[in-house]
């Protein structure tokens, strides 16, 4: 069974930063497209960044294109988020999720895999 746990949440003021992984576990992840998603409270959830099976491509929402990279480690069949810059809009709970298919894709519903979810909370 494939399992998707995500770490690296936590509490950080404005300005500064946090690295969320993500790490796979029940199959390899080694040719599939990884994303990350975040809801914040009373609003639904978004896209944030994704990457390719390669990490050829990238792509990110406006509101983070700048300040967030996404990454991935195939040999540790994981996933990453770099986050800086971090502003109190920033503040929600993180999603990662993976996916067979081989494209980047901002679609949701295009990802088999999530994880629980880890909470960001950006205070001013």
């Known amino acids: 069974q494939v399992q998707l746990v995500e770490s690296g949440g936590g509490w950080v003021q404005a300005g500064g930063s946090l690295r969320l992984s993500c790490a796979a576990s029940?199959?390899?992840?080694?040719?599939?497209?990884w994303g990350w998603f975040r809801q914040a409270p009373g609003k639904e959830r978004e896209f944030v960044a994704t990457?390719?099976?390669?990490?050829?491509?990238?792509y990110y929402a406006d509101s983070v294109k700048g300040r967030f990279t996404i990454s991935r480690d195939n040999s540790k069949n994981a996933a990453y988020l770099q986050m800086n810059s971090l502003k109190p809009e920033d503040t929600a709970v993180y999603y990662c999720?993976?996916?067979?298919?081989?494209?980047?894709?901002?679609?949701?519903?295009?990802?088999?895999?999530w994880g629980q979810g880890t909470q960001v909370t950006v205070s001013s």
């Open positions: 999720a993976a996916d067979p298919g081989l494209s980047a894709t901002r679609e949701s519903g295009s990802y088999g895999y």
């Open positions: 029940g199959r390899a992840f080694s040719n599939n497209r």
């Open positions: 990457i390719n099976w390669n990490g050829s491509t990238r």
